[in-house]
């Protein structure tokens, strides 16, 4: 599979490519590993942020990532999707990958089906916006302006816009973070069912524990930079919130954010 490579910044005859620039540098990455991340640091303002942190995901594995709020989670998704390169360490990443943010960041001059074609290479067809716009239940507003959208449907928009690129990665930043509480049922039901069907691997950043072990494989917690804890989520699908086995994998992770459940 190939991938780019993101590594320091420094000077050198060849500036670093953007993420959907052919001229990014490419290798190999084992065929075991769809992302393999090792000795990854980066700093602000020489604060550390993520210190020499090591991370693999599979092909196909839907990993989520948790964590308290300026762990460094977004600032991890951000490098994973190539829109930060000020690094020390190597990441291996497919060339083709995806990301979806909480804000749906759609243009508002531009119709919905032109939203979703928005930095595709070449002059793609109408059609390929259209197909994608189906595939998340949203076929029907293909002509609308944004503005005219609700939240979910806004969101569902911005995820065809992803799953149109065809990802062997697909990054998602608190993508139901701003939704209401049916809505975002609603919208991680679609995400599980559209990586079931597409078998692209999947790192979502939430902060919703419940949400990360009903859509993931894995599930990591990030402390200090780094991954500091991680539990397999070994439960039949679709899961049930109601098994107790459910119950015990929350509260297991909560505990590991510091969260007691007792005193809510």
Known sequence: MATDVHRPVTPSPVSPASPDSPD????TVDAGSAVRVEGLSRSFDGRPVIDNLQLDVQPGEFVALLGR???GKSTL?????????DIEGTVLVPRRKAVAFQAPRLMPWKRVWRN???G???KPERGVAERALEEVGLGHRTDAWPKTLSGGEAQRASLARALVREPDLLLLDEP???LDALTRITAQRLVGELWQQRGCAVLLVTHDVEEAVLLADRVLVMDDGVIAHETRIDLDRPRDLTDP???ELRAELLNRLGVDESSH
């Open 120 to 122: 595709l290479p070449g």
């Open 69 to 71: 709020s300026g762990c």
């Open 245 to 247: 086995r459910f119950a």
């Open 77 to 85: 998704l951000r490098i994973l999707a190539g829109l930060d390169r």
């Open 116 to 118: 979703v074609l928005l």
């Open 176 to 178: 139901f973070g701003a």
């Open 24 to 27: 990014s540098p490419e290798t």
